[in-house]
Every structure is written in C-alpha cells, then in structure tokens.
C-alpha cells in the first residue's frame, strides 16, 4: 500500500476526509501536530521556529540556525511513521522535506472560499467577516511558510499528484477516489522503492545524531549513502578536532561503518 500526503488548505475539510478514509479502509493516519510534539522533544525547536518566522526577515539568521535542524527532525519524525507504507499523513507542506519516491502519493484538498467560511464560522463561532479575514491570514502564512523552509509555492499544481476540488464532489466521493487510489498497482512499493525509503531513514538518522548533539548541532551538514557501504558527509569547512567529532557522533548510528566527509555544499534533493 502506498503513503499518501494529503495537503490541506485552511478549512478545507481535510479532517472529515480523513475520518472517513480510517473508518472505510482502516488506514492509520497521522497529522503534522503529531510530528511537531515529537520534534518538540528535542526542546521545543518547532515552536521556536512558528515564532520566529513572522520576524525571519529582520532577523534571518536566528531563523536560519534553526531551519535545517527543525527539517532534519520533522523528516526522521515522518520517516519513522512512513517507513511501512499504508498510511495517510495530512499536513500543510511538510511533504516536501522529502523526495518524489514512487509509492509516496501527493494530495491537495481545495474548496471554494464559501465553504471554508461556513466552515470556519461554525469551528470559530465568528461572523462571516472574521471568518475570512482568518482564512486570508492562514492561507498567507502556509504560502510564506513553505518558501521559506522549503523553497517552494505549496499553490503550484505540479507539486501534487492530484487536486481534489471539495466544491465539485461530495465527502464520500472525495473519499472513495482516495481509497480508490491506495489500491493502484501504479502506486505500490517496490523492493526499489523500499531500499530508497530505508536508504533516506538510515541518512536522516544519521543528520539527526549530528543536529541533536551539542558538539555538532551548529553544523549544517548533510548525510549521503548511494552504492557500496561509505557514507558521505557534506558541510562546512571543519578543523580536525571538529571533523573527529563529526565522525564519531556519525558512526554512532547503527549500521554506519565507513564515513568520509567533503567540504561544500549538498543542496536539498529535488521535490
């Protein structure tokens, strides 16, 4: 079964969708709340970065610092939820902190603005005006949001395997279509799909010890593991002090032997 990614716009109805989907196929489903109160173990570093994002433009590099730690996290949180498959994670952009993978299935829910303000008016007990300046403020941070962490305008249809539009369909229609679509041989894990899935887990474990400890945390430094059994680090110029602590803090990860590291810089993989 595939992992879908259900992108939801602000009361867009994304919920109900969801609950009908876990009561049809029995999906298990997770939400972006979900990852953020696991990374926020690690000392609230999502909440940190929600307040500082209104001010990212006056103050960059106290938002930068904490960027590539928060993606690291949030990615390894995912990855220990996804990496089986058959599952359902809604959120607003975090599937962009992975790569395209074959049976990772991308969905944006969109409904016309008039059935977001009935619903919004009815959640928030507002009147109609309220309810769409709240919908108007939401939509502006999502879009701000993911241009910032990720680079990207969650509003481009190329970023989604499929749009689903609430005002052109019923909820049991908009769910069966989803149901529909988890069966899809096109959609399946593959063995090759699987070892990408199980290579990126094993890479994000691997950034995810070196954001986490204190020697290493200020380091932006990105893992990599194609053929063969080396791992390759990619960061910052390091003394040889700082590059020994480097190594040591990745070869504590399980199943990391060989590690060399290269100074530069590894951009993000495509989306």
């Given amino acids: 079964m595939p992992v879908i990614y259900v992108s939801r716009g602000t009361m867009a109805g994304v919920h109900n969708i969801v609950d009908c989907l876990k009561e049809r196929i029995g999906v298990r489903c997770i939400s972006v709340e ?6 926020n173990k690690h000392g609230e570093i999502a909440t940190r970065i ?84 709240y919908i108007q403020d939401q939509d502006q941070y999502r879009v701000k949001w993911a241009r910032f962490m990720y680079a990207q305008d969650i509003r481009n249809p190329m970023l989604y395997d499929m749009v689903l539009n609430m005002g052109h369909m019923t909820l049991e229609a908009a769910c ?15 063995p090759e799909s699987q070892a990408i899935v199980d290579n990126l887990y094993l890479t994000t474990s691997v950034e995810e010890a070196l954001v986490t400890d204190p020697r290493t945390s200020t380091f932006e ?13 990619i960061g910052p110029y ?33 989306i």
């Fill in 221 to 233: 430094i990105r893992a990599q593991k194609k053929d063969g059994e080396t791992l390759h680090l």
């Fill in 34 to 39: 979900d990852l953020v109160k696991i990374v």
């Fill in 238 to 270: 390091l003394d040889d002090t700082e590059l020994d602590i480097v190594i040591e803090v990745a070869k504590s990860v399980p199943s990391v032997n060989d590690v060399c590291y290269s100074p530069g810089y590894a951009p993000m993989f495509e």
């Fill in 50 to 133: 929600v307040n500082k994002l209104a001010k990212a433009t006056s103050a960059y590099t106290q938002f930068s610092e904490l960027r590539w730690p928060y993606i690291v996290l949030l990615r390894q949180a995912m990855l220990e939820e996804i990496r089986h498959d058959n599952m359902i994670y809604h959120g607003y952009s975090s599937h962009l902190i992975l790569p395209y993978i074959r049976h990772f299935v991308r969905i944006r829910i969109e409904a016309p603005l008039k059935m977001r303000v009935k619903m919004t008016m009815q959640r928030l007990q507002c009147e109609e005006e309220k309810a769409k300046e």
């Fill in 176 to 190: 069966g279509i989803v149901a529909d679509l988890m069966k899809e041989p096109d959609f399946q894990a593959t």
